[in-house]
């Protein structure tokens, strides 16, 4: 089993729709989990942590289940911008600053 | 100006040649890593420096060589190259300790082995 899998994708939305992503993670010790985006042949950057008790930053909301070791990623309103790959990242063992980052699910918003 | 920066961004080269690539940062991060991102987009971990010190050494052949000479640069040294190590190789930073788990990135370097 991969330690971090996801949808694999794509998706493709009109503007004005929901679209979630899921992302699964193997090790049960693993404490950190983020949501990483990365545009088109450029670098990835961070979109926003996820905490135990859910958090939303204005159209993104991202929630975390650590019974079932899952994750997701909640985008309402989609923009054409939102166009991007979206990449699950997990902390490994607990240990500080080792990513693992999923493949990533690519999101293609037409208008 | 750039926060973390990579030089070249693009290479391409002969198997067998031996190559290097280097980054640097001016986030005052103590942190320094390289990540190779292949064809099919999975991004992962090589190298991980913390002032100046090898920190995470993942499963990578030892033709590929990281070299910190200070706590803002860490080069990559690429010997006896072969066609599957074409790939992005993406260098970031961090802060150690930072629970924010934001690594920045550079733009990444484009290595093509023919």
């Known amino acids: 089993r991969k330690e971090v899998e996801q949808d694999p994708g794509p998706f493709n939305v009109p503007e004005g729709a929901t679209v979630a992503f899921n992302c699964t993670y193997s090790?049960?010790?693993?404490?950190?989990f983020f949501w990483y985006r990365q545009d088109c042949r450029k670098e990835p950057k961070l979109l926003m942590s996820?905490?135990?008790s859910g958090n939303e930053d204005g159209r993104f909301t991202a929630q975390l289940n650590r019974a079932s070791q899952y994750i997701s990623l909640l985008i309402r309103d989609s923009k054409l911008s939102d166009s991007a790959t979206y990449l699950c990242?997990?902390?490994?063992?607990?240990?500080?600053?080792?990513?693992?980052f999923g493949k990533g699910t690519k999101l293609s918003v037409k208008p | 100006d750039t926060a973390v920066s990579q030089t070249p961004k693009y290479l391409v080269t002969q198997m067998g040649n031996d190559k290097s690539i280097k980054c640097e940062q001016n986030?005052?991060?103590?942190?320094m890593y390289w990540y190779k991102q292949d064809s099919k987009k999975f991004l992962k971990i090589m190298f991980s420096?913390?002032?100046?010190?090898?920190?995470i050494n993942e499963t990578v052949p030892n033709r590929f060589s990281p070299k910190s000479p200070d706590k803002a640069h860490l080069n990559l040294h690429i010997n006896s190259l072969e066609l599957g190590d074409s790939a992005v190789y993406f260098c970031?930073?961090?802060?150690?300790?930072?629970?924010?788990?934001?690594?920045?990135f550079g733009e990444g370097s484009r290595l093509t082995v023919l």
């Open positions: 090790n049960s010790a693993s404490q950190s």
């Open positions: 990242v997990v902390n490994r063992r607990g240990s500080q600053g080792n990513l693992i």
């Open positions: 996820v905490y135990s």
């Open positions: 986030l005052g991060h103590d942190t």
């Open positions: 420096y913390n002032n100046k010190e090898l920190i």
């Open positions: 970031a930073s961090s802060f150690t300790g930072s629970h924010t788990g934001e690594l920045f």
